[in-house]
């Protein structure tokens, strides 16, 4: 707490303990928002928060559902091939311990990471379609003249 905020209330009885309670609560809070940020904007967690965010938001699931019901999961199986194959090819490192698994083939680890990525787009997917994240369906009727 800082010396100038306990010097200037200093001598008001019991409005002075509320205050420095007060105080040390705005402080605590604002630590707070510094380490959630500090977990949220590091590496591993901030592109996977835009990949919810964009397949959660940007995609009409509904419409994509509808395709995807008419064949168009094949294309998305092959996206999903292409790019482990092309993710292998820029990086052919060996492979790290993924959920523990030692010694795996590049691509196996590729396949891994792509899949709890498609894994992520699906789940958005069916949240969108639930409506939790979509106008009410009042606000769409009077959207539709409705």
């Known amino acids: 707490m800082s010396e100038s905020v306990e010097v200037a209330l200093t ?15 705005v402080e605590q809070l604002y630590l707070i928002v510094v380490e959630l940020g500090g977990l949220i904007l590091t590496t591993p967690v901030m592109p996977l928060l835009i990949w919810c965010v964009f397949w959660l938001f940007a995609v009409d699931w509904t419409r994509l559902r509808q395709v995807m019901l008419r064949g168009g999961w094949i294309g998305i199986v092959l996206l999903g091939v292409v790019m482990v194959v092309a ?56 959207a539709n003249g409705h």
């Open 11 to 25: 001598g008001w009885g019991t409005l002075d303990n509320i205050l420095l309670a007060l105080w040390q609560i």
């Open 87 to 142: 993710w292998q090819q820029l990086d052919p490192g060996a492979a790290d311990p993924v959920l523990g698994l030692m010694n795996l083939n590049g691509y196996i680890e590729k396949m891994m990471y792509v899949t709890g990525l498609f894994s992520l787009m699906f789940i958005c997917g069916a949240v969108q379609l639930t409506g939790c994240c979509g106008p009410s369906r009042t606000e769409a009727a009077e």
